[in-house]
T-cell receptor, first 113, second 117 residues
Framework: EPEVTQTPSHQVTQMGQEVILRCVPI?????FYWYRQILGQKVEFLVS????????KSEIFDDQFSVERPDGSNFTLKIRSTKLEDSAMYFC???????????FGEGSWLTVV | AQKITQTQPGMFVQEKEAVTLDCTYD???????LFWYKQPSSGEMIFLIY??????QNATEGRYSLNFQKARKSANLVISASQLGDSAMYFC??????????????FGTGTRLKVLA
């Protein structure tokens, strides 16, 4: 069964460092998303991406964040200068044209120290 | 205002019994979708069930069924014959149309279910 894959599964980084989280969405999907979940809290929308551009973003997705689909298969989330409060699980998700569901990857745990 | 409300932070159920997890939603979009996801302690998000706003029948997927009451704006998840492996966090989510034609998915705060042997 096709699945969304994310790397790394866990990353520890120093405050102020840049981090890139990688995702390979399901191959025939058109819509891509990043969500985050701070430990013990709900899943929060960060950004959606369609047709090689951002289509929606939340207030969390400030200038420190960027997304890219560099090669038609990978979908990356970059955090330019990490802060302690960026520590969270980051989920990538992808969805087909129908929008009947989105499928999540297993998440990337980011710990900023 | 909360768009997705899950009022039960935690629930217990005896193994083999049925359990209902509550979810209410708020939207002015006539076309929307409702979802339930399971998050076990390992952290991944597992899709369980989907209900479209125009669907006449309640959705069912194996032991999962969605009790969709449109007028009350509720989309409760019913798990029949609970198993120990059902112990997890359960999130209700809603899909709305986004401003640029893509969809936004909004999640509730979750309900932690513990199945007792």
């Amino acid at each position: 069964e096709p699945e969304v894959t994310q790397t790394p599964s866990h990353q520890v980084t120093q405050m102020g460092q840049e981090v890139i989280l990688r995702c390979v969405p399901i191959s025939n999907h058109l819509y891509f998303y990043w969500y985050r979940q701070i430990l013990g809290q709900k899943v929060e929308f960060l950004v959606s991406f369609y047709n090689n551009e951002i289509s929606e973003k939340s207030e969390i997705f400030d200038d420190q964040f960027s997304v890219e689909r560099p090669d038609g298969s990978n979908f990356t989330l970059k955090i330019r200068s990490t802060k302690l409060e960026d520590s969270a699980m980051y989920f990538c998700a992808s969805g087909g044209r129908s929008g009947n569901t989105i499928y999540f990857g297993e998440g990337s745990w980011l710990t900023v120290v | 205002a909360q768009k997705i409300t899950q009022t039960q932070p935690g629930m217990f159920v005896q193994e083999k019994e049925a359990v209902t997890l509550d979810c209410t939603y708020d939207t002015s979009d006539p076309s929307y979708g409702l979802f339930w996801y399971k998050q076990p302690s390992s952290g991944e998000m597992i899709f369980l069930i989907y209900q479209g706003s125009y669907d006449q029948q309640n959705a069912t997927e194996g032991r999962y069924s969605l009790n969709f009451q449109k007028a009350r704006k509720s989309a409760n998840l019913v798990i029949s014959a609970s198993q120990l492996g059902d112990s997890a966090m359960y999130f209700c989510a809603m899909r709305e149309g986004g401003t640029s034609g893509t969809y936004k998915y909004i999640f509730g705060t979750g309900t932690r279910l513990k199945v007792l042997a």
